[in-house]
């Protein structure tokens, strides 16, 4: 369940983007952007402002991997896993972020410091393997980087 | 007096560390007492030497790379803010060869300039292709654009000049720009490169393409992966209108023109110019039929250019220079230059702008120096996921739209991804189709069902399980995709996966036969 304060924020971007022509997408930005994601209890409030039924909504939001329906942790970890990164090697990193980690793919830590995604070109490519931590694009990144970005991200 | 110091500001350049060279410059000068002026240019593309950073002398600028926080005392010891040598010193950017040999048209002011600096663009030949552009009819500027031969660059190489035309014979009060800047393609980065190191040259691009259709609203789809080029096309954006370069009559003339930019939220089919527009319009990524084309019936309905990133920031230097000067570069009817990006298992990786023409082993080994692993280079990928896989065999095609149709490949984006003879292409062709069941927009069937039941044939043929019956069930399947879907996504799909089981056929076990 979102708190009252959430729901307060969400309309306040749903009344923002009213008269905005394509307005799902800027809106679903802005309340991720906010929020840290897209709540499914925001879905009624969006489809009654903007005449679409909950399954409009549900199908945009769905579509999209940008868009989470659930909070990630405090840091985001997303790892290419496109062609130029593989021919340098990111399946290896990939299983390096996991093991470390101890989570898959979507899935976030216990202590909620860190969710880990695959991405799909960067378009850091000229420097593979490449991350991206947060909003930070790392290049030829190597299993000490990451364990040097977990460093001090303030676990052990 | 003041040393003028570079330091990129792109994207690859800072994720190889340039903001923090470049806070080490700043506190370095200060403990010295130095006068130093820094700025923050865009990467000239030499990726293989970022961290590079250059100093003005009289003679001309300077590089020095790749730098790593620890040379940068040794730097100033050598007194590198006069030019001096270093074992880091690189001479004369200018004559770098890497950089020296090629054709820069589109990318002529990428790494030269501040990027979000206006009058910097404007000292270097900037605006000249509007303000040319002011002084002719719509159909002289279409007519300059269809001349110069230009094909889009996003991959589908649809004549510009022609797209163009239809919008503007298409009678509307309203029509739009869009410019997709959705570069999903892996192993691809020059529309990041053009909208984070000269967004300048894009604006003008998509004001030139508004005033010769009619249209007096413009749209950058930009993908969520970069939030660098967002932040510098917004600034840009907002200087440009300040400037009276954007809104309402533009440089005093009757024309109007409102741009912004959209965030894309990572689907990869949205590349697809049917896909972008559902998106922009706040729907579901999924694609349209055609007819009718989106020149005529496109952005809610209206007649719409969507031109790639790369296709509208080569305008400005077609309207500047004429139509001839751009179609006396290339070869056959791929006129002009086009900006190739190495990637991959490569020893010096970058983006080089060429006239079409050059060959992929000259590419591979002259620019790209050989793999960057030392090992033989197997086979590269060109034109991003959708793109063949080619053997050594076929390095020696030239890079040309016709020729590379001639062998079942594309050219597509001028991405090119290279592997050694450790990459499986049994795995990369079972990737081709476990990327297309993630980002299919799942209208069409062949796609949607094609690209999971691909995965699941490559799975057994790996195993050995009845090859050659589940080689025939593959062959089939690919072909029932590319005739059977309605966009290049479940169309190429089989593009990477049939050229991998046709030229490494070991790959998959069937060495036997």
Same mark, same amino acid.
């Given at each position: *369940?979102?708190?009252?304060? &959430?729901? +307060?924020?969400? &309309?306040?971007?749903?009344?923002?983007?009213?008269?905005?022509?394509?307005?799902?997408?800027?809106?679903?930005?802005?309340?991720?952007?906010?929020?840290?994601?897209?709540?499914?209890?925001?879905?009624?409030?969006?489809?009654?402002?903007?005449?679409?039924?909950?399954? &409009?909504?549900?199908?945009?939001?769905?579509?999209?991997?940008?868009?989470?329906?659930?909070?990630?942790?405090?840091?985001?970890?997303?790892?290419?896993?496109?062609?130029?990164?593989?021919? *340098?090697?990111?399946?290896?990193?990939?299983?390096?972020? +996991?093991? #470390?980690?101890?989570?898959?793919?979507?899935?976030?830590?216990?202590?909620?410091?860190?969710?880990?995604?695959?991405?799909?070109?960067?378009?850091?490519?000229?420097?593979?393997?490449?991350?991206?931590?947060?909003?930070?694009?790392?290049?030829?990144?190597?299993?000490?980087?990451?364990?040097?970005?977990?460093?001090?991200?303030?676990? #052990? | 007096?003041?040393?003028?110091?570079?330091?990129?500001?792109?994207?690859?350049?800072?994720?190889?560390?340039?903001?923090?060279?470049?806070?080490?410059?700043?506190?370095?000068?200060?403990?010295?007492?130095?006068?130093?002026?820094?700025?923050?240019?865009?990467?000239?593309?030499?990726?293989?030497?970022?961290?590079?950073?250059?100093?003005?002398?009289?003679?001309?600028?300077?590089?020095?790379?790749?730098?790593? $926080?620890?040379?940068?005392?040794?730097?100033?010891?050598?007194?590198?803010?006069?030019?001096?040598?270093?074992?880091?010193?690189?001479?004369?950017?200018?004559?770098?060869?890497?950089?020296?040999?090629?054709?820069?048209?589109?990318?002529?002011?990428? %790494?030269?300039?501040?990027?979000?600096?206006?009058?910097?663009?404007?000292?270097?030949?900037?605006?000249?292709?509007?303000?040319?552009?002011?002084?002719?009819?719509?159909?002289?500027? @279409?007519?300059?654009?269809?001349?110069?031969?230009?094909?889009?660059?996003?991959?589908?190489?649809?004549?510009?000049?022609?797209?163009?035309?239809?919008?503007?014979?298409?009678?509307?009060?309203?029509?739009?720009?869009?410019?997709?800047?959705?570069?999903?393609?892996?192993?691809?980065?020059?529309?990041?490169?053009?909208?984070?190191?000269?967004?300048?040259?894009?604006?003008?691009?998509?004001?030139?393409?508004?005033?010769?259709?009619?249209?007096?609203?413009?749209?950058?789809? $930009?993908?969520?992966?970069?939030?660098?080029?967002?932040?510098?096309?917004?600034?840009?954006?907002?200087?440009?209108?300040?400037?009276?370069?954007?809104?309402?009559?533009?440089?005093?003339?009757?024309?109007?023109?409102?741009?912004?930019?959209?965030?894309?939220?990572?689907?990869?089919?949205? %590349?697809?110019?049917?896909? $972008?527009?559902?998106?922009?319009?706040?729907?579901?990524?999924? @694609?349209?039929?055609?007819?009718?084309?989106?020149?005529?019936?496109?952005?809610?309905?209206?007649?719409? =250019?969507?031109?790639?990133?790369?296709?509208?920031?080569?305008?400005?230097?077609?309207?500047?220079?004429?139509? /001839?000067?751009?179609?006396?570069?290339?070869?056959?009817?791929?006129?002009?230059?086009?900006?190739?990006?190495?990637?991959?298992?490569?020893?010096?990786?970058?983006?080089?702008?060429?006239?079409?023409?050059?060959?992929?082993?000259?590419?591979?080994?002259?620019?790209?120096?050989?793999?960057?692993?030392?090992?033989?280079? /197997?086979? @590269?990928?060109?034109?991003?996921?959708?793109?063949?896989?080619?053997?050594?065999?076929?390095?020696?095609?030239?890079?040309?739209?016709?020729?590379?149709?001639?062998?079942?490949? =594309?050219?597509?984006?001028?991405?090119?991804?290279?592997?050694?003879?450790?990459?499986?292409?049994?795995?990369?062709?079972?990737?081709?189709?476990?990327?297309?069941?993630?980002?299919?927009?799942?209208?069409?069937?062949?796609?949607?069902?094609?690209?999971?039941?691909?995965?699941?044939?490559?799975?057994?043929?790996?195993?050995?399980?009845?090859?050659?019956?589940?080689?025939?069930? $593959?062959?089939?399947?690919?072909?029932?995709?590319?005739?059977?879907?309605?966009?290049?996504?479940?169309?190429?799909?089989?593009?990477?996966?049939?050229?991998?089981?046709?030229?490494?056929?070991?790959?998959?076990?069937?060495?036997?036969?």
């Amino acid at each position: *369940m979102i708190s009252e304060q &959430e729901k +307060k924020r969400i &309309e306040h971007h749903i009344n923002l983007f009213l008269d905005y022509p394509g307005a799902l997408l800027p809106l679903m930005h802005a309340i991720q952007d906010d929020i840290g994601y897209i709540p499914e209890d925001s879905y009624l409030l969006i489809s009654k402002a903007y005449n679409l039924s909950v399954a &409009e909504v549900h199908g945009f939001v769905s579509f999209y991997h940008h868009f989470r329906t659930h909070p990630s942790g405090k840091h985001v970890l997303q790892v290419c896993r496109a062609e130029s990164c593989q021919s *340098m090697g990111s399946e290896k990193l990939e299983k390096y972020c +996991k093991d #470390k980690l101890g989570i898959d793919f979507h899935e976030t830590t216990k202590d909620n410091l860190f969710t880990l995604e695959p991405v799909y070109c960067l378009g850091n490519c000229a420097c593979s393997p490449a991350v991206m931590f947060d909003e930070e694009v790392l290049g030829r990144v190597t299993p000490e980087k990451i364990d040097q970005l977990i460093l001090n991200s303030g676990i #052990k | 007096m003041t040393y003028k110091i570079y330091i990129p500001r792109d994207s690859s350049a800072i994720s190889l560390g340039a903001n923090d060279v470049f806070n080490e410059i700043l506190k370095e000068s200060k403990e010295r007492n130095l006068d130093v002026s820094i700025i923050r240019n865009g990467s000239r593309g030499i990726f293989w030497l970022e961290p590079m950073i250059e100093v003005e002398t009289p003679k001309g600028r300077v590089a020095y790379g790749p730098i790593s $926080l620890l040379d940068v005392a040794g730097l100033f010891d050598q007194e590198f803010y006069l030019g001096k040598k270093h074992s880091l010193f690189l001479g004369l950017t200018e004559e770098i060869s890497w950089l020296k040999n090629q054709e820069r048209l589109t990318y002529a002011r990428v %790494g030269v300039t501040d990027p979000v600096d206006i009058d910097d663009y404007e000292k270097h030949d900037g605006f000249r292709g509007l303000k040319k552009s002011i002084s002719l009819s719509q159909e002289e500027i @279409v007519k300059e654009v269809t001349e110069s031969g230009l094909r889009g660059r996003g991959g589908a190489a649809f004549p510009t000049g022609i797209k163009w035309k239809t919008v503007m014979d298409t009678p509307s009060t309203k029509k739009y720009i869009v410019c997709n800047a959705d570069e999903g393609d892996s192993g691809t980065f020059s529309d990041r490169m053009i909208m984070e190191n000269d967004p300048f040259v894009l604006i003008e691009g998509m004001i030139i393409a508004a005033m010769a259709v009619g249209a007096d609203q413009g749209y950058i789809y $930009l993908r969520s992966e970069y939030p660098n080029a967002q932040l510098i096309l917004n600034e840009a954006i907002e200087i440009a209108n300040q400037k009276g370069y954007l809104g309402s009559n533009i440089l005093g003339s009757k024309f109007s023109f409102t741009l912004e930019v959209s965030r894309a939220a990572g689907a990869y089919i949205c %590349g697809e110019e049917t896909s $972008l527009l559902e998106s922009l319009e706040g729907k579901r990524g999924l @694609v349209r039929y055609k007819p009718p084309l989106p020149a005529i019936e496109g952005l809610y309905g209206k007649p719409t =250019v969507v031109n790639n990133v790369i296709s509208l920031a080569t305008i400005p230097i077609i309207m500047d220079k004429g139509a /001839k000067y751009y179609a006396d570069f290339g070869m056959g009817r791929s006129k002009g230059t086009l900006p190739i990006q190495l990637a991959g298992n490569l020893k010096q990786t970058g983006l080089i702008e060429k006239a079409f023409g050059i060959t992929l082993r000259e590419l591979l080994y002259d620019f790209g120096g050989g793999s960057a692993s030392g090992r033989p280079i /197997k086979a @590269v990928q060109v034109g991003g996921p959708l793109g063949a896989f080619l053997p050594e065999s076929q390095f020696d095609t030239p890079l040309d739209y016709e020729k590379f149709t001639e062998i079942k490949a =594309v050219v597509g984006h001028g991405g090119i991804v290279a592997f050694d003879d450790t990459a499986d292409m049994s795995k990369l062709a079972r990737y081709s189709f476990e990327f297309c069941a993630l980002e299919s927009c799942g209208k069409c069937t062949p796609c949607r069902i094609g690209s999971t039941r691909g995965m699941e044939v490559i799975d057994k043929i790996r195993q050995g399980v009845d090859q050659d019956k589940n080689v025939d069930t $593959l062959r089939d399947l690919s072909e029932t995709m590319v005739h059977g879907s309605l966009c290049a996504m479940g169309g190429m799909t089989p593009f990477p996966v049939m050229s991998a089981l046709n030229f490494f056929p070991k790959d998959f076990g069937l060495d036997k036969k």
